[in-house]
C-alpha cells in the first residue's frame, strides 16, 4: 500500500539574516512566491515565521496577517504559523499569532538550549497554546526537540485532550545544538514514545538533514525541509533556494514509493476541516 508522505517547507526561520543568506525568503512577495513554488514541486504544508520590513522576525499581527493572507492567495498549501518565534519573544506575543487564524501552528513541548540561547518553553505557556487553539480551530503540530518532550507530549493529551481535529502529528527536531542529535538511532528512540495513532515529520537541522530524512522515510515518517533548518545543499554548495529543498525531498520520497501528499490529503490527515480565508 502507497503510504504518501507530507512535505512541509520551513522556509525562512528567524536565525538567519537577509545579508548573510541572499536566497532566504523575507518579503511578503518572496514568502508568497516561494509557497506557490514549493507547492508546484511537493510541498503540502508551510511552517512560516514572518520578517518586518527590514527583514528582521517580527510577531507583528498586521503582518503577520499580511503574510497569511498573501500565502492563501499564492496557492493552497496549508498555513502553519510558527508559535514558536525567535528566542527573543515573549510568551504574550507568541501566544497572539493564533489571532491571525492559520490553519495550524507549531508547539513546542518543552525548553531547550538552542546553540548559546535557550528556546523558552514552559509548562503553563505549553498549556495555553494547546487549550487556545483547541478553542480557536487550529490544528498543532507539535514540536519535539528531546525525547523528553514526548512524555510531556502525552501528559498534555491525558490533562487537556485531543487536538483540535482530534490527531496528532509530530514533528522531530533534530540536529539542533542543545536537543536530540539527528541520526537514525535517536529518531528510532522517539518511535515507541509517539502516541498511539499519531503521525510524524522529522527535519534534520544542517547536516543531519540528510540522514534523518532518510531515517523518517523509511520508519513511514513524513518530512519538513527548508531554508529555516538547512543552508548548505552540499558540503562547499549553499541552497540555491527552497524549491531546491523541497525537490529534493519530493524526490527521495518518490524512491521510496511515498510520492508527496497533495494538500487535500494533508487536510485530511491532520484534521484541518475548513480554511479560514
Ligand atoms: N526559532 C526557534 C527559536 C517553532 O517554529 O515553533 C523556534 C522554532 C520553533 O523555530
Ligand atoms: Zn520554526
Redesign the pocket.
Known amino acids: 500500500m502507497t503510504r504518501p508522505t507530507l512535505i512541509t517547507v520551513a522556509p525562512t526561520?528567524?536565525?538567519s539574516a537577509k545579508a548573510d543568506v541572499p536566497a532566504l525568503p523575507v518579503t511578503v512577495e518572496e514568502v508568497a512566491a516561494t509557497a506557490r513554488d514549493c507547492q508546484a514541486v511537493g510541498a503540502a504544508v508551510i511552517?512560516l515565521?514572518v520578517r518586518d520590513a527590514d527583514g528582521r522576525p517580527t510577531l507583528d499581527l498586521g503582518r503577520v496577517r499580511e503574510v497569511v493572507a498573501a500565502v492563501r492567495e499564492a496557492g493552497d498549501l496549508v498555513v502553519q504559523l510558527?508559535?514558536?518565534?525567535?528566542?527573543t519573544d515573549s510568551a504574550d506575543a507568541r501566544l497572539a499569532v493564533l489571532d491571525a487564524q492559520p490553519d495550524a501552528a507549531?508547539l513546542?513541548l518543552g525548553t531547550v538550549n538552542?546553540g548559546r540561547d535557550v528556546?523558552s518553553n514552559p509548562w503553563d505557556l505549553i498549556v495555553e497554546l494547546h487549550t487556545r487553539m483547541q478553542e480557536r480551530g487550529i490544528v498543532p503540530e507539535y514540536?519535539v526537540f528531546d525525547l523528553g518532550h514526548l512524555a510531556t507530549l502525552q501528559r498534555l493529551l491525558d490533562r487537556h485532550g485531543p487536538p483540535h481535529g482530534g490527531h496528532v502529528h509530530v514533528d522531530l527536531v533534530m540536529g539542533v545544538p542543545g536537543g536530540m542529535p539527528g541520526t537514525a538511532q535517536a529518531l528510532t528512540a522517539c518511535l515507541p514514545l509517539l502516541p498511539p495513532g499519531a503521525t510524524f515529520a522529522a527535519t534534520g537541522v544542517g547536516r543531519t538533514s540528510l540522514p534523518v530524512m532518510l531515517a523518517a522515510l523509511s520508519a513511514g515518517g513524513h518530512l519538513r525541509v527548508g531554508m529555516?533548518d538547512t543552508l548548505t545543499y552540499a558540503p562547499g554548495e549553499p541552497v540555491r533556494d527552497n524549491t531546491q529543498l523541497v525537490a529534493r525531498a519530493a524526490g527521495l520520497a518518490r524512491i521510496a514509493q511515498r510520492p508527496p501528499m497533495t494538500t487535500d490529503d494533508a487536510r485530511s490527515l491532520l484534521g484541518i476541516k475548513e480554511t479560514v480565508r
Open positions: 526561520g528567524a536565525e511552517h515565521h510558527s508559535s514558536g518565534g525567535a528566542v507549531s513546542t538552542f528556546f514540536e529555516e
